[in-house]
């Protein structure tokens, strides 16, 4: 089956930065675990979705609404969390990031998700 939506997402998002360094010729510390993060609520509401089969393209919806899926709701939202490593000016901190992130909530049809996420970066040319 392909699902195909058409979603308007509208939320709040919250930014905080922790002690970002940009450019200071005598650090006192190496901030290599400096950071920002960002904070998200959104909503979700998706009015138009189709359902097709995989392998004909034909619609499917009325089938699985006879099924039990006509008591699922079009609405849907999710809380997300993002780590970024900031760049300060200590040299070891410029070639070594790291990002986090995670996702929580639920999608219109789909369900309950969660996601989560670490990466890494372990060269940077600047």
């Known amino acids: 089956m392909n699902f195909s939506t058409l979603s308007i997402i509208g939320g709040l ?7 970002s360094v940009v450019q200071v010729k005598k650090p006192r510390v190496n901030r290599v675990f400096d950071n920002y993060i960002v904070m998200t609520i959104d909503g979700i509401v998706a009015p138009v979705n189709t ?3 995989a392998i004909t393209g034909e619609y499917v919806g009325k089938e699985l609404k006879s099924d039990g899926l006509k008591n699922a709701l079009p609405f849907g939202g999710r809380f ?13 901190a410029k070639s070594f990031r790291y990002t986090i992130s995670s996702s929580i909530g639920y999608r219109p049809y789909l369900g309950f998700h969660f996601d989560f996420g670490i ?5 940077r040319n600047m």
């Not at 997300?80 to 070891?92: A, F, H, K, L, W």
């Not at 990466?119 to 060269?123: A, D, E, N």
């Open 13 to 19: 998002q919250f930014k905080r930065i922790n002690a």
């Open 80 to 92: 997300t969390y993002n780590v970024y490593g900031s760049i300060p000016s200590y040299t070891g």
């Open 51 to 53: 359902f097709r089969d």
């Open 119 to 123: 990466g890494f970066m372990i060269l």
